[in-house]
């Protein structure tokens, strides 16, 4: 299998090395103290583990499937507080952006832009992120093919990205059902870009409980298990202590409380060469 590009996304958090990254937090920032208290139980984890860690929030999920569900805090407020999480517990933090001016004032803050699977290829997006300087994580969308990836690096690099992530997150089969094709992550680590596999959106069912989505997270943990023996470079995993009160994806959610199992299990195997 091709070797991915190895670079830093902050100086010291390697990704395409010799330890897997780990992209991990809660869906959405439901509150001040869930945020910090998600934040200090997976930092404490990678640390325990030994994996570089970007936490995952978002502050606002502009794609629910009603009008009626949370978003989060939105743009303003949800920088303060993943700029706190920056302080308060020395890590590195991602978040998802969707317009150009977004991205540009989340680049103030954060270590990592994501661009949801739904925009990934919007080609002023994939630009004003490289613009920033941060690393890209784009998330591929449910819609693409393995062999439509080379056109998002391509507009990536053409606008000077220089660390960029593709993140497979599964694919559309027929309507509320996801499926995970593993001869894709291989084939898209042939292009030479880091690839994390997301366990916990691949095992979503998109519109599955009518007014929002639904999910089966006891599955996640096999999908993350078999990904890491395919060959990945992270892994990506939404968590929060009460998955089933979670207000956005909480039925895909892996509860903290099984978190540092399932990721010991995942490194177990990504070590066997």
């Known amino acids: 299998m091709t070797n991915p590009e190895i670079f830093e996304i902050t100086p010291g958090l390697m990704v395409g090395g010799k330890v897997p990254l780990l992209i991990a937090g809660p869906c959405v920032i439901e509150g001040e103290d869930m945020l910090l208290r998600n934040a200090e139980a997976v930092t404490r984890i990678a640390k325990r583990l030994q994996m570089p860690l970007l936490f995952k929030a978002s502050y606002d999920k502009a794609n629910r499937t009603s009008r009626a569900s949370f978003r989060g805090p939105g743009l303003e407020e949800g920088l303060r507080l993943l700029q706190r999480v920056k302080t308060e517990f020395d890590t590195t933090v991602l978040t998802d952006a969707h317009s150009v001016d977004e991205i540009k004032k989340a680049g103030e803050v954060v270590d990592a832009i994501q661009i949801p699977a739904f925009l990934c290829r919007q080609t002023d997006l994939l630009a004003a992120a490289a613009q920033t300087g941060k690393t890209v994580n784009v998330k591929k969308g449910q819609f693409l093919a393995p062999d439509d990836i080379p056109h998002i690096i391509n507009k990536l690099t053409a606008a000077d990205c220089k660390r960029l992530m593709i993140t497979e997150r599964g694919s559309s089969f027929g309507y509320h059902r996801l499926v995970v094709d593993f001869t894709g992550i291989v084939q898209m ?5 880091p690839i994390i596999f997301d366990a916990t959106h691949s095992v979503q069912m998109p ?23 395919v060959g ?7 968590t929060h202590f009460e998955p089933d009160k979670a207000l956005s994806d909480g039925p895909n959610m892996i509860p903290i409380q099984e978190l540092q199992d399932v990721l010991a299990h ?3 195997i990504w070590n066997i060469k």
Not at 232 to 238: A, K, L, M, P, S
């Open 189 to 193: 680590r042939q292009y030479g870009w």
């Open 207 to 229: 519109g599955g409980l009518g007014a929002q989505s639904g999910g089966n997270r006891r599955f996640a943990p096999y999908l993350a298990w078999a990904a890491a023996a």
């Open 266 to 268: 995942f490194l177990d």
């Open 232 to 238: 990945v470079d992270g892994v990506f995993i939404e």
